[in-house]
């Protein structure tokens, strides 16, 4: 076939639309350095389902490319069963690597750390420090940015950047040069927490230590990068009333896409059943006054959407760290007035809106006055109700401990349509007593 | 005060919830070293606020302090009848650097590039770059990991990372050491096309040229998290239906913020009057056979919901590159089989809940299986076309260059409220007439 001259930006470009096998196809008319390159830039998922599309006696070239880090995130996406046969093909130390990172959270700072990193003690001098890396990293598997010194049993005392060495004059000491205030991570960091520490420090590199600052590997912003996306997928898709799809949208076998999907949007409708109830108890009500049923998707429809704006606003402000659970008072204050405004603009249309449709077209009766005010008035509460729910819900789910971001638009819109419909028809009872009701 | 034993971490903790006029105060608090290594920390946002609450005579040493690609976005982020002020206080190389990166667009890599960066040629041994490199460390500003090789043009010709210059023996000339197949960005990639670049490459370091392959800056990763972390939180809000805030949360003045919601909350009003009048047409349905009414909010949100599901989850493939316009057909037929396995689900479970009152309650009248099949039917149809909508919606912006994220879940929402009504009561017209209707 012509098809031989394929290139790895071509097969890149293809990748989402192609099925495994033909993956795999593609990758094996790669030329080997190319190839090379384009599996190291796979993720994680995407190297563990090419490994093991190959022959076992191929696997072993391409498991040996990977850093101890990445190949641990490759071990993880594998099958449980396969785990064991991948691990035996990395030589010895990394295997010990490898088997001692699996033994961390996936979404910890020792689940995401290298366990090779650059280290120097804090006698020696610049030149010596130099001409020990320049050796050291013949033989280490990263690039490194920073260099750690460490006493004799391992404990971080500083750290000096490759440019510091390269100004400092080549007699010093490397203790007169190291900083020492050094920014560290613990084990068990989140990784959100880790990525907000890069964030806030601007590093490139950050090393995990244990209780008694012994290194036990380095974090590189490269992997960061990483966790952010993931970390704003998973809010995304959550904000979305969809549990996190952990792999590519196309990628997704469409039995588990339904899973994730249909667990949610079950959980809403029940929930969303209410609004048949609340519905029923003002059957008569409605009855009697067939305009009133007119205007309920206008009403709890305005107060779904001001509380998805507030709980995606907040959800995103707690994840950026901007809004913490003690400054829950602040938010309150904010979306108080807010929702009040929101809810005063939204009503006045509302208001227009009716008066103008009956001035041309005569649909509302004779109390239309009355039904207008009712309406501008409950889309007044609803708007107010819904955004304080939206905003406060985030909150009381991380108080609670859980994720703020379940507080999806759907199911803040799904909670104020059943308390929209309750507000609009006791507005109405109080309004139109005596007249339409 | 006692208070004057104060930490760069307290101020940080109390940041989000300090006025203006607390933050500078605070500020002035910290000893020098804290305070500079504080400030460089500050988002470009409050780097500029606070350069503008101190004394004339003092921003200048703190300015100073930023590399230019810094420099220009606080520049950016000062009021237009600042800037000039502010750039009077650079040096003169600065200023001009500054000036050259101001004609940048904001969000297109010559924004976000450095003007500084290491450059080599290409017949320098690796022991001359070495001693070059160090001597020109001292003058740099920035820490760089790569240096550029480039003609007498200042064309780039390749690039080595300084462990390259380590592992390699001091004599051999760097264009036999450097990589010739560089990564490379346009002055005018976007930032998005950027940050995928990045993380396609897994790459620390990204130099701009020109069409003639001229190095006019350097993007490093660090810059690039931000741009991440800054486009996830646009595409959230926007997905929440508000436009983007551009500040953090608790820092948008009051009316700003009220501002950026009402704009999509009045144009969602509007469409969402629609649903009173397609409940207008049916008003005569409606007062005939009253339990119609009952169901309206049910199935209406059903079809939103399965519509945010859908919008947010092609929205997010969409920005992460894993969805392109071209697999249009295959995003239309996941979601065609997705929606039409989640509407029988809804249908199954709506059907139940009617037959289940209606034998526990006997409130839906004589009629009631025709008025379940009736649901049924409606919500296996609106939740087909809510997942259809969703999922293409964001695709039709793209094509017609808008984006993506404006397929907000309430604006899905919307769009779906006023088809599902119709949907509704033409299948109740259908299955009723002769019966109720």
Do not use: C
Request: glycine residues 8%; negative net charge.
């Amino acid at each position: 076939m012509a098809d031989r001259s394929f290139t790895a930006a071509e097969l890149h470009e293809a990748w989402p639309a192609l099925s495994m096998e033909e993956r795999a196809e593609g990758f094996e008319l790669l030329q080997r350095e190319e190839a090379e390159r384009f599996f190291t830039q796979l993720s994680a998922h995407d190297q563990a389902q090419m490994v093991l599309l190959l022959p076992p006696g191929e696997r072993r070239i391409w498991l040996r490319l990977l850093p101890p880090d990445e190949a641990v995130d490759l071990i993880q996406e594998a099958p449980l069963e396969e785990r064991e046969n991948l691990l035996q093909l990395f030589d010895d130390t990394t295997r010990a690597e490898v088997r001692g990172l699996l033994v961390y959270a996936e979404d910890d700072a020792g689940g995401l750390m290298n366990p090779r990193y650059a280290r120097l003690r804090p006698d020696m001098s610049v030149d010596e420090a130099i001409s020990y890396l320049r050796r050291d990293a013949r033989t280490r598997g990263e690039s490194a940015y920073y260099a750690y010194v460490v006493d004799a049993e391992n404990r971080l005392r500083g750290v000096v950047s490759f440019r510091d060495l390269f100004v400092s004059s080549g007699e010093k000491r490397i203790e007169t040069v190291m900083r020492k205030d050094v920014v560290t991570a613990s084990e068990d960091m989140d990784q959100e927490a880790l990525s907000q520490l890069f964030a806030r420090h601007n590093l490139i590199m950050i090393p995990v230590v244990d209780s008694e600052r012994r290194i036990k590997g380095v974090v590189t912003l490269d992997d960061i990068i990483d966790v952010v996306q993931e970390e704003a997928t998973e809010d995304i898709q959550k904000i979305g009333g969809t549990a996190a799809l952990e792999a590519p949208y196309l990628e997704v076998p469409l039995l588990q896409m339904i899973g994730k999907r249909a667990g949610w949007l079950t959980v809403l409708f029940i929930g969303e059943m209410l609004t048949a109830t609340a519905m029923g108890h003002f059957e008569a009500e409605i009855a009697r006054a067939v305009v009133l049923a007119l205007f309920v998707p206008l009403i709890i429809s305005s107060g779904g959407n001001s509380g998805s704006q507030a709980s995606t606003l907040v959800i995103r402000a707690m994840a950026l760290g901007e809004v913490r659970l003690r400054d829950w008072w602040l938010v309150v204050r904010r979306e108080l007035a807010t929702g009040f405004v929101l809810g005063s603009i939204l009503a006045g249309i509302g208001l227009i809106r009716i008066l103008v449709w009956q001035s041309a077209f005569q649909i509302y009766g004779e109390h239309y006055v009355l039904v207008g005010v009712t309406v501008a008035v409950s889309l007044l509460g609803v708007v107010l109700w819904g955004t304080l729910a939206g905003s406060t819900l985030p909150l009381v789910l991380r108080m609670i401990g859980l994720d703020p971001a379940s507080a999806s638009a759907p199911f803040v819109a799904t909670l104020v349509d059943v308390t929209g419909i309750l507000i609009y028809f006791s507005v109405a009872n109080v309004m139109l007593r005596g007249t339409l009701l």
